[in-house]
Nanobody, 115 residues
């Protein structure tokens, strides 16, 4: 059974930083495109960042210049470095893995930005 396990969420003050991790198991990690999504209360899930199997990245407009996605294929892990956090970044963050018709999700990790 494929598993994606997110970690690194928590409470941080505005302007602070967090690094999220997502560890994958039981997939050939290197061939999968990896995404970070987030969902705030009462809002739709939105795509935050994407990294392809080749390492190309793309970001949602609201996080460009503040967030960085990266991957370590040797560790089967994708990261999301979040800087200059704002209250509107508060959400549950999910990682996903996509390859062809295969699409898997993690359980999510809460990020709360508040003073």
């Amino acid at each position: 059974q494929v598993q994606l396990v997110e970690s690194g969420g928590g409470l941080v003050q505005p302007g602070g930083s967090l690094r999220l991790s997502c560890a994958a198991s039981r997939i050939i990690f290197s061939i999968y495109a990896m995404d970070w999504y987030r969902q705030a209360p009462g809002k739709q899930r939105e795509l935050v960042a994407t990294i392809t199997s080749g390492g190309s990245t793309n970001y949602g407009d609201s996080v460009k210049g503040r967030f960085t996605i990266s991957r370590d294929n040797a560790k089967n892990t994708v990261y999301l470095e979040m800087n200059s956090l704002k209250s509107e970044d508060t959400a549950v963050y999910y990682c996903s893995a996509k390859w062809g018709s295969n699409w898997y999700w993690g359980q999510g990790t809460q990020v709360t930005v508040s003073s």
